[in-house]
Nanobody
Framework: QVQLVESGGGLVQTGGSLNLSCTASGGRFSISTIGWYRHGPGGQRDLVAAITSEDKDNTIYTTSAKGRFIISRDNAKSTSFLQMNSLEPEDTGVYSC?????????WGQGIQVTVSS
């Protein structure tokens, strides 16, 4: 069983920055693909960015996130980070991290990000 805990959310003005963290316990963090998702109005979770395991440390971003957000990971600390820059009101929402590996698919509870105009 893998448990994920997000932190670093909060309220920020347009143009500001936040650095979200996702810390895992249990499982093998280094072999997991980590994704960051934003909860949509209909309850769906939309991918924002993802980073693969240490063997192939590739990253992907949505069009909206590319150039503004940076996803990274520190396997020694079992933590992934989402550095969010140039934030816009449209980025407001609950952000969750997801760990995917041969051990299964696990989600964090989510954390609120609010960008004021």
């Amino acid at each position: 069983q893998v448990q994920l805990v997000e932190s670093g959310g909060g309220l920020v003005q347009t143009g500001g920055s936040l650095n979200l963290s996702c810390t895992a316990s249990g499982g093998r963090f280094s072999i997991s693909t980590i994704g960051w998702y934003r909860h949509g109005p209909g309850g769906q979770r939309d991918l924002v960015a993802a980073i693969t395991s240490e063997d192939k440390d590739n990253t992907i971003y949505t069009t909206s996130a590319k150039g503004r957000f940076i996803i990274s990971r520190d396997n020694a600390k079992s933590t992934s980070f989402l550095q969010m820059n140039s934030l816009e009101p449209e980025d407001t929402g609950v952000y969750s991290c997801r760990s995917t590996s041969a051990l299964g698919d696990f989600w964090g509870q989510g954390i609120q990000v609010t960008v004021s105009s």
